[in-house]
Structure formats: structure tokens, C-alpha cells
């Protein structure tokens, strides 16, 4: 992570931003973010937020995704 990114767990609604780093060895992990288009320089918004478990739903471009905490913990934005 750079000294200005934050995991994508802690953005809330109508905050965006562009992801900057994925962590994860595990290669069916890096397939699945990869699969959800969950890849350093793609733009994302967050348009909602779970309080009760966390997940977070987000938008690429024209697709929505609702991604529990452990992605969002591994997925680090540089917030704009």
C-alpha cells in the first residue's frame, strides 16, 4: 500500500477512488479479484455499506458488486 491508500474496507458511500494494490499470494484469490475487475488503475465507487457485516457494495464502470470484508481488506484505493 502507498502512503496515501486505505483498504477498501474503510471507504463508505459515495466515496471513490482508484485501486492501487491487491495483497494475496493465493492464485484463486488473485483469478476471483482479477474476475471482478478488482485491478490496480480501475476506478471504483462505493454505493453502499453493510454496518452488520461489513460488506460493501461497489461499482466499475457499469457493474455493481457487494464484496465481503475478506477482499476489501486486501484491495487498497487511493481515494480522489
Known amino acids: ?44 465507487q462505493v454505493t453502499d455499506h453493510s454496518q452488520f457485516d461489513h460488506n460493501i457494495t461497489i461499482k466499475i464502470g457499469n457493474k455493481s458488486n457487494v464484496l465481503g470484508l475478506p477482499i476489501t481488506s486486501n484491495v487498497y484505493i487511493e481515494v480522489l
Open 1 to 44: 500500500p502507498t502512503a496515501k491508500s486505505q483498504p477498501l474496507s474503510a471507504l463508505r458511500p459515495t466515496q471513490h477512488g482508484t485501486i492501487v494494490r491487491v495483497n494475496g499470494e493465493d492464485p484463486a484469490f488473485l483469478r476471483h479479484i482479477d474476475s471482478l475487475g478488482l485491478v490496480p488503475g480501475a476506478q471504483i
